[in-house]
């Protein structure tokens, strides 16, 4: 019995021990890096409304504001993108500890639950944006939390989970789909709550769009709406999208679909002994279903891989059932006893298959939590504070601007939302456009710095190349190019 005990304490820290390891790798590779054009555009918008502008009615914003208003506190902290790197970690690292916890409910194996926290934290979700303030993490925390308070039986956790429902509609229009799957499901389940969720998720978020429509004088449908909308539509975009989804996420992928199988035959097994197996079966599959609804758009123009990232984690819990299923001794009902331990050769498998797992992500663009650009954030930097004075403006990607501590100029901050508001006509955005050519002209921004193949240099290029000059180049990813006035144009 005590070597029993022991092994179950064991099995119970080998997680905690993972997430911390997680964390401390994080930690070690903080640096002034700025690796995300999208990061940068957040972070920017974050520390203008620490500064009191209103986000939609006083700057363009892509997405709803909840991860913009968590940022505001962090900018107005003075020490540049740091907080921001140790928020998204933590994020992170409280959405492996959650998914940990949601495959122990509806798995009831430790090994399956390990192994699934792992790879959220180890893959995508976990590794590459952990250098990243983005707000698809943020989103599958708040859907991860609302699947495990749904799955209680008090009644005052769905009153919590439909709170969490209104914070993840605040944070990415794509929670959508998820909060009609919770709906769904209390429907089904918990009909008894359904008034109380739909007061506190559906009435809570329709309050919040109308003031936050009210507040902003129409502007924020008009900006979180048309930043999703597209004249192209392409397959072509479907087939890419989907290609690059499969070359991330293929040791994912792969054992995730023999979990399918695993999880199908424990559900059906379990059916008739609890009626809470077709709630976990609802839950896991629906969150997967609602991801494919999301997945639709991408043969829009501008939609990107990152959609799949809120399926990342059921896709892990899957894929860990998968590997596990496969090596380990396996009971009528489709997965390993909880007490029984994995074989040598079910030991090796799943060790291999975190080795192959790791490094086939790391190698994406380099080692995700030591990849590094703050020498070439340095220079820059150092070059803004060189050529302008405090609050003089100047053409930088925010991470950048946010480190020199200078405001960016006409508030080009989402330089997507610009582009995409643009190419389609929008008369706001060709007016921006037009006052941004202005004011390269006038070489108003005494610096400016554009990522390499920005859509937005081929439309004020010609007055950036007759007006600047090239003065340096990235040495590592991502590359951008720093422009400063020509010899004789002094800045506005």
Known sequence: MGGRASFARLNNLIFPVILLAFLCLGLLGLDHSCLDAADSAYVISSDAIGRGLMPYRDFLAAHPPMLYLAGAPLAKLGLGVLPFRVFSLLVNAALGFLVWKLALYMTRDKKIAILAGTFTLFTPLGLYFSKAFLNDSLASLLMAATALLLMGKPRWRRGVAGLLCVLGMLTKLTFLPFFVLALAFVLIYRRESLKLFLAVGAGGTIAAYVALQLVTGGAFLDNILGSQASKGYSMANLVDGLHRIWQIDWPLLVPAVIGIWFALRYFHN?????????????????WLGATLVILATLPAEGHDTNLFLLAEPAVALLAAWGIIGL??????????????????????????????????????????????????????????????????????????????????????????LWEEKYRRGDDDAVA???????????VKPPLAVFAENQPALDIVGPELNAHYKADWQSEVWPPVTMWVPQVGKKPG
Not at 339 to 353: Q, R
């Open 432 to 442: 921006m456009m037009d006052d941004l050519r202005q004011e390269l002209t006038e």
């Open 270 to 286: 379990k059916g008739s002994e609890s009626h809470k197996i077709p709630e976990k079966e609802f839950l896991l599959f629906g």
């Open 327 to 416: 090596a380990g001794r396996r009971s009528a009902d489709g997965v390993t006893s909880d007490d029984g331990k994995l074989s040598l050769p079910g030991i090796l498998l799943v060790t291999a298959w975190l080795v192959l797992a790791v490094p086939v992500t790391v190698e994406r663009d380099s080692d995700f939590f030591f990849r590094s650009n703050a020498g070439d954030v340095a220079t820059v930097v150092a070059e803004a504070q060189n050529r302008s004075t405090d609050c003089q403006p100047v053409l930088l990607p925010g991470c950048y601007a946010l480190e020199a501590d200078r405001p960016v100029t006409l508030n080009f901050f989402d330089q997507f």
